[in-house]
């Protein structure tokens, strides 16, 4: 079992940035990748950002790419998105799934952040 705790969410203002944590607890060896995905009101799930457990290389969505950074710290099994020039599409509640290496889904999820952002 993963446990993922998010953090980090709140109010932004359009052009701010915001930072926001997901730490990863438990059989954290079998992780292959974690990935931020958002929802908003109305709207379907969509992916934000992945990155590889153990080489940390990340992937984008077009909608954030460039604004968005993310990192993992490895001495805290957290990863982290870095949000830039937010804007009030980006407007969601933001969740960190995890990916063990003996699945090709997402299949630990946190709780979720709320971040909104006002124009």
């Known amino acids: 079992q993963v446990q993922l705790v998010e953090s980090g969410g709140g109010l932004a203002q359009a052009g701010d940035s915001k930072r926001l944590s997901c730490a990863a607890s438990?059989?954290?060896?079998?992780?292959?990748?974690i990935a931020w995905f958002r929802q908003a009101p109305g709207k379907d799930r969509e992916f934000v950002a992945t990155?590889?457990?153990?080489?940390?290389?990340?992937d984008y969505a077009d909608s954030v790419k460039g604004r968005f950074t993310v990192s993992r710290d490895n001495a805290k099994n957290t990863v982290l998105l870095q949000m830039t020039s937010l804007k009030p599409e980006d407007t969601a509640v933001y969740y960190c799934?995890?990916?063990?290496?003996?699945?090709?889904?997402?299949?630990?999820w946190g709780q979720g952040t709320q971040v909104t952002v006002s124009s």
């Open positions: 990155i590889n457990w153990r080489t940390s290389k990340p």
């Open positions: 799934a995890a990916r063990p290496e003996t699945s090709s889904s997402f299949g630990y």
């Open positions: 438990g059989r954290t060896f079998n992780i292959a990748a």
